[in-house]
C-alpha cells in the first residue's frame, strides 16, 4: 500500500511539475537557509578558533599597563629577567615561560628595505606561540646565552625582501645590526591584537634585541605555556598573587599589568558565534514555517480538485486511512524533495561564501541529514489537515462533485 501511494504521489507531482517547484520553494530556501548559516558560521568559528590557536593553545600572555601605584601618571612598568625566572621557579602547571622584547626597525637585503618588527625571544617563546619552522633552524642555547646576532625571519618579510630566492644562509641588516638567517616561519596569516599581520617579523634571540636594539634589559611581556591536565584559571589567579607581591602592590592597588586567557578569548568567542549562529538559522527556519503553509493550501487545492477521483477510490472499496496515506504521502515527498534540493544548493552557497569570506569549510552530515528529516516531519504535520479532508469525504457527495 506504501508503494502504491508513493506511486501515485510521484505521478500527480508529475502531472502538476511547475506548481509542484512553487509549492516546494519555501521548503527549498528554508533548508538552504538553514544549512548555509550553521555551515558559514560554523567556518568562522573554526578560523576564529585557528587565529588564536596559532598564538598558542593554553597560553597566557602577561603585559605590563599603567595602574598600581602612580595609575595615569607613570608609563607602564616593564617585566625584568628575574621575574621570568621567579614564575618558572614558582608557578606550579605551567610547561615554559618566555621573556620577550619588541622593537620596530628596517630590515635591509640586497639594497631592498623593509619596515617590520624584531622580536627578541627564545626557543621556549617560539614553542610556547606555536611557531612552526618552514625552513632551517631555531636558536641553539649558545646563541641566546650569548645574545648572538642571528634571526628567523617570518613569510611576510622572506616575500618582501627575498622573493625569488632562498633567504637561508643570507645575510640580513636590521638597523646598523647584520644577523644571517637561520630559519623561516612557516606562514600563520592574520591574528593577534587589531589582527596584526603575524608574519611581518623577525626573530632574534632575546638578549641580541635587548643589547644591541633596546639598550635595556626590559621583558616587554612574557608569554606563558600552560600544562593541558592544569585549570589556567588557576595557573593564572597564582600568576596574579605572585606578580602583586614582586611588583609591591598593596591589597587596595590596581594591578599595572594584565593577564591575558588565550584559552578563556578561544571558548568566549566560540560561544558567542554559535549562540549568533543558532540566532540567525532559527531566523531562516521562518521560511520553512511559510514553506509549510504553502504545502497545506496546495494540498487543499489539490484534494479539491480530484474529489471526484477521491469518490471513485472509497466508492470502489478503498478505506479511508488509504487516502489519508496517499496524501500524506504526496506532502512527505514534496517536502523531501524540497529539502534534498535545498541541502544541494545550500552546499553550493557555503561553498561560495566560506571562500569568499576566506573562513574553513566545514560540513557537518548530521545538519544535513537533520534538515531532510525536519523537511519530511514538516511534511506529515502540514499534509495532515488536507489528508484527513480527503479521508473524510462523503463517496456519494464527492462524485457528484462538479
Same mark, same amino acid.
Given at each position: 500500500?506504501?508503494?502504491?501511494?508513493?506511486?501515485?504521489?510521484?505521478?500527480?507531482?508529475?502531472?502538476?511539475?511547475?506548481?509542484?517547484?512553487?509549492?516546494?520553494?519555501?521548503?527549498?530556501?528554508?533548508?538552504?537557509?538553514?544549512?548555509?548559516?550553521?555551515?558559514?558560521?560554523?567556518?568562522?568559528?573554526?578560523?576564529?578558533?585557528?587565529?588564536?590557536?596559532?598564538?598558542?593553545?593554553?597560553?597566557?600572555?602577561?603585559?605590563?599597563?599603567?595602574?598600581?601605584?602612580?595609575?595615569?601618571?607613570?608609563?607602564?612598568?616593564?617585566?625584568?629577567?628575574?621575574?621570568?625566572?621567579?614564575?618558572?621557579?614558582?608557578?606550579?602547571?605551567?610547561?615554559?615561560?618566555?621573556?620577550?622584547?619588541?622593537?620596530?626597525?628596517?630590515?635591509?637585503?640586497?639594497?631592498?628595505?623593509?619596515?617590520?618588527?624584531?622580536?627578541?625571544?627564545?626557543?621556549?617563546?617560539?614553542?610556547?606561540?606555536?611557531?612552526?619552522?618552514?625552513?632551517?633552524?631555531?636558536?641553539?642555547?649558545?646563541?641566546?646565552?650569548?645574545?648572538?646576532?642571528?634571526?628567523?625571519?617570518?613569510?611576510?618579510?622572506?616575500?618582501?625582501?627575498?622573493?625569488?630566492?632562498?633567504?637561508? +644562509?643570507?645575510? =640580513?641588516? *636590521? $638597523?646598523? %645590526?647584520?644577523?644571517?638567517?637561520?630559519? &623561516?616561519?612557516?606562514?600563520?596569516?592574520?591574528?593577534?591584537?587589531?589582527?596584526?599581520?603575524?608574519?611581518?617579523?623577525?626573530?632574534?634571540?632575546?638578549?641580541?634585541?635587548?643589547?644591541?636594539?633596546?639598550?635595556?634589559?626590559?621583558?616587554?611581556?612574557?608569554?606563558?605555556?600552560?600544562?593541558?591536565?592544569?585549570?589556567?584559571?588557576?595557573?593564572?589567579?597564582?600568576?596574579?598573587?605572585?606578580?602583586?607581591?614582586?611588583?609591591?602592590?598593596a591589597g587596595g592597588q590596581s594591578e599595572d599589568?594584565?593577564?591575558?586567557?588565550?584559552?578563556?578569548?578561544?571558548?568566549?568567542?566560540?560561544?558567542?558565534?554559535a549562540v549568533m549562529t543558532a540566532l540567525v538559522?532559527?531566523?531562516?527556519?521562518?521560511?520553512?514555517?511559510?514553506?509549510?503553509?504553502?504545502?497545506?493550501?496546495?494540498?487543499?487545492?489539490?484534494?479539491?480538485?480530484?474529489?471526484?477521483?477521491? +469518490?471513485?477510490? =472509497?466508492? *470502489? $472499496?478503498? %478505506?479511508?486511512?488509504?487516502?489519508?496515506? &496517499?496524501?500524506?504521502?504526496?506532502?512527505?515527498?514534496?517536502?523531501?524533495?524540497?529539502g534534498a534540493i535545498g541541502i544541494g544548493l545550500?552546499?553550493?552557497?557555503?561553498?561560495?561564501?566560506?571562500?569568499?569570506?576566506?573562513?574553513?569549510?566545514?560540513?557537518?552530515?548530521?545538519?544535513?541529514?537533520?534538515?531532510?528529516?525536519?523537511?519530511?516531519?514538516?511534511?506529515?504535520?502540514?499534509?495532515?489537515?488536507?489528508?484527513?479532508?480527503?479521508?473524510?469525504?462523503?463517496?456519494?457527495?464527492?462524485?457528484?462533485?462538479?
Open positions: 500500500m506504501l508503494g502504491a501511494s508513493l506511486l501515485l504521489a510521484l505521478r500527480e507531482i508529475r502531472r502538476h511539475l511547475l506548481r509542484s517547484i512553487l509549492t516546494v520553494l519555501g521548503i527549498v530556501i528554508g533548508v538552504a537557509a538553514v544549512i548555509t548559516m550553521v555551515t558559514v558560521g560554523r567556518g568562522v568559528t573554526a578560523s576564529v578558533q585557528s587565529q588564536i590557536a596559532s598564538l598558542g593553545a593554553n597560553t597566557l600572555i602577561v603585559i605590563p599597563n599603567a595602574g598600581g601605584r602612580q595609575a595615569g601618571s607613570a608609563p607602564p612598568r616593564a617585566f625584568t629577567e628575574q621575574d621570568v625566572a621567579v614564575i618558572r621557579e614558582q608557578i606550579g602547571g605551567i610547561k615554559a615561560v618566555s621573556g620577550q622584547a619588541n622593537s620596530s626597525a628596517t630590515a635591509t637585503a640586497d639594497g631592498i628595505n623593509w619596515q617590520t618588527t624584531v622580536t627578541g625571544t627564545t626557543d621556549d617563546g617560539i614553542a610556547i606561540q606555536a611557531m612552526v619552522m618552514a625552513a632551517g633552524r631555531t636558536f641553539t642555547a649558545d646563541e641566546e646565552a650569548a645574545g648572538k646576532s642571528v634571526c628567523i625571519i617570518g613569510e611576510t618579510v622572506r616575500k618582501n625582501l627575498f622573493a625569488n630566492v632562498d633567504p637561508l +644562509g643570507r645575510q =640580513l641588516r *636590521i $638597523g646598523k %645590526l647584520s644577523c644571517p638567517i637561520i630559519g &623561516q616561519l612557516k606562514a600563520r596569516g592574520q591574528g593577534g591584537p587589531g589582527g596584526n599581520d603575524q608574519d611581518d617579523v623577525v626573530l632574534m634571540p632575546l638578549h641580541t634585541v635587548q643589547r644591541n636594539l633596546l639598550g635595556t634589559t626590559d621583558i616587554h611581556w612574557m608569554v606563558i605555556g600552560v600544562n593541558p591536565v592544569y585549570d589556567n584559571q588557576i595557573v593564572s589567579a597564582d600568576l596574579e598573587r605572585l606578580l602583586r607581591e614582586r611588583r609591591h602592590l599589568f594584565r593577564i591575558i586567557d588565550l584559552k578563556q578569548i578561544s571558548d568566549t568567542v566560540s560561544g558567542t558565534l538559522a532559527a531566523i531562516a527556519s521562518i521560511s520553512l514555517i511559510v514553506g509549510g503553509i504553502g504545502i497545506v493550501n496546495i494540498m487543499l487545492v489539490s484534494v479539491t480538485e480530484r474529489t471526484r477521483e477521491i +469518490g471513485i477510490r =472509497l466508492a *470502489i $472499496g478503498a %478505506l479511508a486511512r488509504e487516502v489519508r496515506l &496517499q496524501f500524506l504521502t504526496e506532502a512527505v515527498v514534496l517536502c523531501s524533495l524540497g545550500s552546499f553550493g552557497l557555503s561553498l561560495m561564501l566560506t571562500r569568499l569570506m576566506e573562513v574553513d569549510f566545514v560540513f557537518d552530515p548530521l545538519v544535513n541529514l537533520g534538515s531532510l528529516l525536519f523537511s519530511s516531519i514538516l511534511g506529515i504535520v502540514f499534509g495532515y489537515v488536507p489528508a484527513q479532508r480527503a479521508a473524510a469525504l462523503n463517496p456519494i457527495d464527492a462524485l457528484r462533485h462538479e
